[in-house]
């Protein structure tokens, strides 16, 4: 198969089935470049700490990816919000879930609460923020799992993720703590298979799929082994298109998922952010609580913070959507950025 012939990649693979953390000499990435040569998207392989673990499918370790602290923000993030977990997995109207093919939980982490981890991201699969899928803050308490399964997802004209035309290329997540026993990560058709031990700050990159959107399913098929100790990661996708931030294409795409949007707040222009604010509501688009904060974001750094208290006020006094912390400490920077002071 031409994807395993690489022969330019010199450095040795780890001999064991199971990948050892403390290998004192990990391979590196050299020149190998992924991208031209297998038709795969291409990664910036002097990211430091890049290790390759395996190539046949191409399975990319970073020691370290995220820092202990950054870690345990959003571990902190996640504990401060527990209400904002929720169960993976397809459900029937009486909450059964259908498909038990995942018993984990999750929430939406928005780009715009992680900016410097946004920019690690981008850096390493060299993409832009705009082509990354909403991140993910995945928890799995004791006995829950992620079974076999491909990540390759195709949006055709409609993504409930937000895309459209695009397909899922690379996935990368994050352990966000220290396991001692259980919630391996097994790539079982990996060559030879591999199985991780969630550390914390180890980043996990592979590609469910190839540049021309064929899905490479079958080697990069991988799962959750059940969780004993409580497992926490971090999950983004790297998409072929970038998502829309349009009102109307999200209006297709149906269903107010908002939390696509606010990846494009920093370049909106307070009038912008408001509009489209306005727009969603147009296409019975419903905003959410963070849609609101982008808005709150543009207001702020527009120097409007008349226009970010007012909306603050307006979120008050609705049923839904209710602030946040986040709105409070938004608008709040929004009126001292307005008359120069740091909060
Ligand atoms: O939790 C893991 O180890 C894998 C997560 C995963 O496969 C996913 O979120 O798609
Ligand atoms: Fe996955």
């Keep these: 198969m ?3 012939r690489g ?6 693979l780890p001999l064991t089935s199971r990948y050892c953390t403390t290998c004192s000499d990990p391979p590196k990435a050299t020149s190998f470049d992924l991208g031209v040569e297998d038709g795969f998207h291409k990664i910036n392989l002097s990211y430091p700490g890049l290790q390759l673990v395996r190539r046949c ?3 990319f370790l970073v020691q370290n990816f ?10 902190h993030k996640a504990a401060y919000e527990p209400e904002s977990m929720k169960p993976a997995g397809v459900f029937t109207r009486d909450g059964h879930n ?24 981008v850096a390493l699969p060299d993409c832009t923020r705009r082509q990354l899928e909403a991140c993910q803050i995945i928890r799995y308490q004791e006995g829950e799992f992620f079974k076999l399964h491909g990540d390759y997802s195709t949006s055709g004209t409609r993504s409930s993720a937000g895309f459209v035309n695009s397909s899922r290329l690379a996935t990368l997540f994050v352990y966000l703590n220290d396991i001692q026993q259980g919630g391996e ?5 990996a060559s030879p298979p591999l199985k991780i031990s969630p550390k914390q700050g180890l980043a996990v990159l592979h590609f469910p799929a190839r540049l021309d959107r064929c899905s490479d399913a079958r080697r990069t098929r991988h799962q959750s082994l059940p969780a004993i100790d409580e497992k926490w990661i971090f999950a983004t996708w790297l998409w072929s298109e970038e998502r829309s931030s349009d009102a109307k294409t999200l209006h297709e795409i149906g269903r107010g998922y908002t939390h696509v949007w606010p990846e494009s707040y920093d370049t909106l222009s307070p009038d912008a952010a408001l509009h489209l604010l306005e727009s969603m509501s147009g296409c019975r688009l419903r905003p959410d609580v963070v849609s609101c904060n982008s808005v709150l974001t543009s207001c702020g750094r527009g120097f409007e913070w008349r226009r970010a208290v007012q909306l603050l006020r307006t979120m008050q006094t609705l049923e839904e959507p209710r602030p946040d912390l986040v709105s409070f400490n938004t608008a709040l920077a929004a009126v001292a950025n307005s008359f120069g002071l740091r909060v």
Excluded: D, G, W, Y
Excluded at 68 to 75: A, G, K, N
Excluded at 98 to 121: D, G
């Design 2 to 4: 031409m994807f395993c």
């Design 7 to 12: 022969k330019r990649l010199s450095l040795p």
């Design 57 to 59: 499918p191409h399975i």
């Design 66 to 75: 995220f820092s202990s602290t950054e870690c345990q923000r959003l571990l």
């Design 98 to 121: 259908r498909l038990p093919v995942r018993t984990s939980s999750q929430c939406i982490c928005p780009q715009a609460e992680v900016p410097a981890l946004i920019r690690k991201i």
């Design 185 to 189: 990560t097994e790539f079982p058709n």
